[in-house]
């Protein structure tokens, strides 16, 4: 059973920066599709980033240039480094395996004006 459990939330101004991790058990980690997804208050959950197993890289419009995932197979998590947060990120983070569907419970990020 795969398990994940996101860390690194909390409250941050605009344009500071934030680091989110996600630790994950149950699957064979170095081998899938891991991504950070958000869903904020009233809103349907979206995509924010994804890095494959061969570390190709896709991220939403309105992240680019201020997000980057990474991952590091040695310690089995991906890691969401947020920059020049702007209000509007504020929302909670879900980190997802792809090839299994599994979702962590999600932490909180808020980011205040």
């Known amino acids: 059973q795969v398990q994940l459990v996101e860390s690194g939330g909390g409250l941050e101004q605009a344009g500071g920066s934030l680091r989110l991790s996600c630790a994950a058990s149950?699957?064979?980690?170095?081998?899938?599709?891991m991504g950070w997804y958000r869903q904020a208050p009233g809103k349907q959950r979206e995509m924010v980033a994804t890095?494959?197993?061969?570390?190709?890289?896709n991220y939403a419009d309105s992240v680019k240039g201020r997000f980057t995932i990474s991952r590091d197979n040695a310690k089995n998590t991906v890691y969401l480094q947020m920059n020049s947060l702007k209000p509007e990120d504020t929302a909670v983070y879900y980190c997802?395996?792809?090839?299994?569907?599994?979702w962590g419970q999600g932490t909180q990020v808020t980011v205040s004006s």
């Open positions: 149950g699957s064979i980690f170095s081998g899938t599709t």
């Open positions: 997802k395996d792809l090839r299994y569907s599994a």
């Open positions: 890095i494959s197993a061969f570390g190709r890289t």
